[in-house]
């Protein structure tokens, strides 16, 4: 098997295969539970943590093209990804009812950060097709947000690698998957609940993680074209998953789950993944 069809293998299984599995647990089960859920993405951060400062950001230093363009292409990576989320949320927010000034100004459920609580209020309101259209576009967009960084972490770490799945781009493809099955079930159960058959909902749930192999095949192209182009796919990719910890994962985590459990298993993650990276 050739090098593209290792990494779109690869990124598949994680986007793919883990999103389609959460739609499909979220099927039979239509529930979740706010602990193991919370406890499940704060040490799958950890360790994306662990990997993304002490593997990706230590590479990009190592093609030699200079700190300040790794820390600028880092911060274009949190930057991009924060404008983005930053816009969805203030088109949407307003038309979702819980959401006001006294609501914690991140996402505090798996629905509310991928949007499905805004198609969700759509489907309840018993809205036009055009509505409901764009809410599925809108929430289509805000998956694709968390799942391009992911796949071009796995891309930049693979490129970075010499074209060969190394350690740190598998434990990633690992955690991805781990982490996109509660986003998977996040996204069937509003679906399910508006309606929808199980199979159509499991279905669309699954391709939801198609842009996972996108942003895969995007880190590696642009990591491909040289020192430079490495440096600045390892770097964006980064900066796009700090954000995506530190603003999202993490802060979601905690209010999913008022105690000190989160932070003690991010810390634990970051721990497997110094193991994973250094032993």
């Not at 598949?12 to 979740?32: C, E, N, P, R, S």
């Amino acid at each position: 098997m050739g090098v593209i069809e290792t990494l779109i293998l690869t990124t598949f299984i994680a986007g793919v295969v883990g999103t389609g599995l959460g739609g499909l647990i979220g099927a039979m089960l239509q529930k979740d539970s706010n602990r193991a859920v919370s406890l499940l993405l704060s040490f799958a951060g950890g360790v994306m943590l662990s990997v993304v400062s002490f593997d990706l950001v230590t590479e990009a230093i190592e093609t030699h093209v200079g700190v300040l363009t790794v820390i600028a292409s880092i911060a274009i990576g949190v930057a991009v990804i924060y404008a983005l989320n930053n816009w969805i949320d203030r088109r949407t927010n307003p038309q979702v009812p819980h959401i006001d000034a006294n609501h914690p100004q991140t996402a505090d459920d798996l629905d509310e950060l991928i949007h499905s609580n805004h198609l969700e209020q759509h489907i309840a309101n018993q809205d036009n097709k055009m509505e409901l259209f764009i809410a599925g576009v809108v929430m289509a967009g805000a998956i694709a947000l968390h799942n391009v960084p992911e796949g071009m972490t796995i891309g930049a770490s693979y490129i970075s690698n010499g074209g060969v799945m190394g350690s740190a781009a598998l434990v990633l493809a690992i955690l991805i998957g781990l982490h996109n099955i509660p986003e998977g079930m996040a996204i069937s159960v509003p679906l399910i609940s508006g309606g929808m058959s199980k199979p159509k909902a499991v279905l669309i749930t699954a391709l939801s993680g198609v842009s996972t192999i996108l942003g895969a095949l995007l880190g590696y192209m642009i990591g491909d074209i040289g020192a430079l182009g490495l440096a600045l796919s390892l770097g964006f990719a980064s900066g796009a998953m700090l954000y995506v910890v530190f603003g999202e994962i993490l802060p979601q985590a905690i209010l999913m789950y008022h105690s000190k459990l989160p932070a003690f298993s991010a810390i634990f993650g970051m721990l497997v993944g110094l193991f994973i990276i250094f032993y």
